[in-house]
């Protein structure tokens, strides 16, 4: 399964860092990128270690402390809703993918990204098809990113209680729905979101 990072490391290359992202496809709060560096992608301790999603909730703290207590390295980029809306999501995305590694404390001698090339990171790097499913390292940036992304909206749900972000994170479901109907779009919302925009021109 983690054929890619043993490709990598049977070659000599190394560090390898995964590269991940959470809220790319929600409509409010901010986009956050995460890039780690693994010691050891393949260490016992990290069998726990999967896509994010497939984590259930109450037990995702506990794989973020671990990923953060035994990593080589962890870099977070934060992209506020507004950045999102200026620059649009994919290039936001991909900024932020790249200050992700920029920012780490480890050179990484090659990165892995979960779906998107990282253009003009100056590194060697690989978009691996759902590759927060089947490298490591990549799994491991995808619990960083969502763990620090789901604090954050249950911050703004306390800051902006109408909207419920604490229960679905800024995505589009029935109940956000109702309550941006209701109430209008706050200052978390990313305008740029075609349900967004269409509330702001009614």
């Not at 043993?6 to 560090?15: D, K, T």
């Not at 995460?34 to 909730?57: G, M, T």
């Not at 590694?101 to 098809?129: H, K």
């Amino acid at each position: 399964m983690k054929v890619i990072e043993q490709l990598l490391a049977n070659a000599g290359i190394s560090p390898i860092a995964g590269v991940d992202e959470a809220g790319r496809g929600a409509c409010a709060g901010p986009l956050v990128i995460a890039s780690v560096v693994l010691h050891d992608p393949f260490a016992p301790e990290l069998a726990v270690v999967r896509d994010s999603k497939e984590i259930p909730e109450n037990k995702r703290d506990a794989v973020f402390e671990l990923i953060q207590s035994i990593a080589a390295s962890v870099s977070v980029v934060i992209v506020p809703a507004s950045e999102v809306d200026a620059r649009g999501v994919h290039a936001a995305n991909l900024d932020g993918m790249r200050r992700a590694v920029q920012g780490l404390g480890v050179e990484p001698a090659y990165v892995l990204t979960d779906g998107y090339a990282i253009e003009g990171l100056g590194v060697p790097n690989l978009a691996v098809w759902k590759g927060d499913q089947v490298v490591v390292s990549i799994s491991a940036a995808s619990v960083i990113a969502k763990v620090t992304r789901d604090r954050i909206m249950r911050e703004l749900d306390e800051e902006f209680p109408l909207y419920g972000f604490a229960g679905h994170k800024g995505y589009i479901t029935a109940a956000h729905t109702q309550a941006l109907n209701e109430h209008g779009p706050c200052a978390e919302h990313r305008t740029s979101f075609a349900n967004v925009a269409a509330l702001i021109h009614k």
